[in-house]
């Protein structure tokens, strides 16, 4: 009925207390008793088979069993049963072959009970490995905490974790984005003396300082691995790179780079990939396309993300033939271009202020050739189509992404009502927010900030200081565009006193004013004729964070020059001059106004 091991099949029985899925039992079972076991599940007729057929219950009967293709509660049962045969107790790999069964068939209430059988069961030992494995297969099953209460508890039934188990915690811990917690098992694992970090302990280290913003530990890290020997992954080369462009350290990365590979480490396409991406947001364009094609020189090939990625640089920087040229070329990669790559060209396209139309015959292709349009992609149409004065096109295009059941998107609204502010079409601009609310529920901060600079421009300035509240009392918190647009409508209405109270209450609440904030109150303050509030607001921009930007200077002099303050105007122009500004074509038309004023005034007198 068995086949009787020999030496060839006793090699592959594991040893006891470790357990593998890839190993099978070297039992054979009697293809009559797991008939019966499909046929009548467990009970007295699969017993009595048991007897008639001569299987004795041992470790190896028991995993056989499991191993069957059977309902997962015959399984349960018969686990069961065998844990009551009188000499026999389950072993540590009895146990994991059920808790695999019961994590294939999801059953994972069960699969815990047992799991917590295993752990606190006298007559089981748990190894390191086999609490690596618990772990990986809590951590994939969502049940983070309680892989740590096992962990944990077979720590304390001297199982004692080895570098490899502590990885196990150290990596779910990561997949469920608890970066502080991974830093505490890190120096858990420490002070154990004897269990040293590895490679892929530094690896997920480095990766999750890097996520927390804490990027000079994990710089502090990388050299702490090679200090003890260990050779830094082409993973953890790439994580570095991020970290050094982030911090705007281009020289340092390319440094890194060039380590990189006189250590023998090749990189992938990933780390090629990070420093296009670094160096196009550098806007070293050439050096990104340069680094592109030496890795196709050295034999890597580019997937779809890094030819994204690449494009994207380009059309950022109106290279929008060079971007096309790449997208063309994505076949000859075997790459097929994804609605990503569709989205980038057509961005560039807006940007780069080409036809609308040749813009949304790129929609038509991405359709044609079986890429879906993402809610994206009707975004970037519609916002191009209102800064292209087409608000009937992003109109049709808006309800087309109705129609294809796409959610409401706050982004396209926002950009048609704002164009619909424009054009002075306020009652169509506050219906579409209307129904963007009642669809919606929480909208953002920039949605309201469009239909509250609206008003304002339409002298609703009641109803825009109510939206404002509302969105606050809805538990919005107002930006800095919100801010701006209320006091950009308390400037247009004269109210400079409660708009320069506004910016008090905006810092207070922690939303940090820009320049544009600054700049609409020194544009109420020179609307009032009165110069010295204007110059001492503007002196006081000088002197804080937010320094006076070309509008401002135009502003100021505006002022100047028809209060007929032509000193001082003359001195500004030449800081002007020296900082680089450019007067705008208002500001010196409004010189030569004020100075023919004045001119007029001096012959009326004699």
Same mark, same amino acid.
């Given at each position: ?38 046929? +009548? ?25 499991l191993e069957i293709d059977v309902e997962i509660n015959v399984k349960i049962q018969f686990f069961k049963w065998a844990g ?7 072993? #540590? ?8 069964? /019961? ?38 099953? @969502? ?12 720590? !304390? ?15 779910? $811990? ?17 002070? =154990? ?25 994990a710089i502090r890290l990388f050299d702490e691995m090679k200090d003890n020997g260990l050779q830094p992954t082409a993973k ?8 050094? %462009?982030? $911090? ?8 890194? +780079?060039? =380590?990189?590979? &006189? ?28 680094? +592109?094609?030496?890795?196709? &020189? ?28 790449? +997208? ?32 949304? #015959?790129? /929609?038509? *292709? ?8 993402? #809610? ?47 054009? @002075? ?42 939206? %404002? ?24 209405? !004269? ?11 905006? =810092? ?35 002197? #804080? ?19 007929? *303050? ?12 020296? *900082?680089? %500004? ?25």
């Open positions: 009925m068995f086949h009787v091991p020999g030496s060839e099949d006793s090699e592959r029985i594991p040893e006891k207390g470790v357990f593998s899925r890839r190993v099978r039992s070297v039992r054979t079972l009697d293809e009559r008793f797991i008939r019966i076991l499909k046929i +009548f599940k467990w009970g007295p007729d699969a017993e009595k088979a048991l007897e008639v057929l001569k299987l004795k219950v041992d470790h190896r009967l028991v995993c056989a069993v009551k045969r009188r000499n026999f107790q389950h072993d #540590s790999s009895t146990y994991m072959t059920l808790i695999h069964c /019961l994590n294939e068939a999801r059953v994972y209430g069960e699969m815990w009970r047992t799991i917590q059988d295993m752990v606190r069961s006298p007559y089981v030992s748990v190894s390191p490995a086999q609490l690596s494995e618990l772990v990986r297969i809590l951590g994939r099953a @969502k049940m983070m905490n309680k892989a740590l209460s096992v962990f944990y508890q077979a720590k !304390g039934r001297k199982c004692k974790p080895t570098a490899g188990t502590y990885n196990s915690v150290i990596l779910m $811990l990561m997949q469920e984005g608890q970066h502080e917690k991974v830093h505490e098992v890190y120096t858990e694992m420490c002070t =154990e003396g004897d269990c040293l970090p590895d490679t892929v302990t530094y690896s997920a280290l480095i990766s999750s300082y890097g996520k927390l913003g804490r990027d000079d530990s953890i080369y790439t994580t570095l790179l991020e970290i050094y %462009f982030k $911090l705007g350290k281009v020289e340092k990365a390319l440094d890194l +780079f060039e =380590e990189m590979k &006189k250590t023998g480490c090749p990189p992938t396409v990933f780390t090629y990939t990070e420093l296009i991406k670094g160096l196009g947001k550098a806007g070293r364009v050439d050096e990104a396309y340069a680094l +592109f094609k030496n890795m196709v &020189k050295y034999g890597l090939d580019p997937d779809v993300v890094v030819l994204n990625n690449l494009m994207n640089i380009f059309g950022k920087a109106g290279r929008v033939e060079d971007l096309v040229k790449i +997208f063309h070329e994505m076949e000859t990669w075997k790459c097929s271009p994804n609605v990503v790559s569709y989205n980038t060209v057509i961005k560039a396209l807006f940007q780069s202020k080409a036809p609308a139309s040749e813009a949304s #015959s790129w /929609l038509e *292709k991405m359709k044609e050739n079986g890429v879906s349009p993402s #809610s994206f992609t009707y975004s970037i149409l519609i916002d191009g189509y209102c800064k292209t004065n087409r608000v009937e096109n992003a109109l049709l295009l808006l309800e087309e992404m109705d129609e294809k059941g796409f959610p409401p998107c706050p982004a396209a609204y926002c950009s048609i009502i704002n164009a619909l502010g424009k054009a @002075k079409r306020y009652e169509v601009a506050n219906e579409l927010f209307r129904e963007l609310r009642e669809n919606c529920g929480k909208l953002s901060s920039r949605v309201y900030a469009v239909m509250i600079k609206h008003l304002g421009k339409r002298g609703q300035l009641i109803e825009a200081v109510d939206l %404002f509240n509302e969105m606050k009392k809805l538990g919005c918190n107002p930006d800095v565009y919100a801010y701006n647009a209320l006091m950009s409508g308390m400037v247009r209405a !004269g109210m400079i006193d409660e708009a320069q109270t506004m910016l008090r209450k905006m =810092e207070e609440n922690g939303c940090r004013p820009d320049i544009n904030s600054h700049n609409i109150i020194l544009h109420g303050l020179a609307k009032t004729g009165v110069p010295r509030q204007a110059v001492d607001m503007f002196e006081r921009m000088k002197n #804080s964070r937010v320094k006076p930007d070309g509008v401002s200077y135009n502003t100021l002099l505006g002022c100047l020059a028809h209060a007929g *303050k032509f000193e001082e105007a003359g001195r500004l122009m030449q800081e002007m001059k020296a *900082k680089g %500004f450019a007067y705008d074509a208002i500001t010196y038309s409004s010189i030569l106004e004020a100075v023919g004023s004045v001119d007029e005034e001096r012959l009326s007198s004699f």
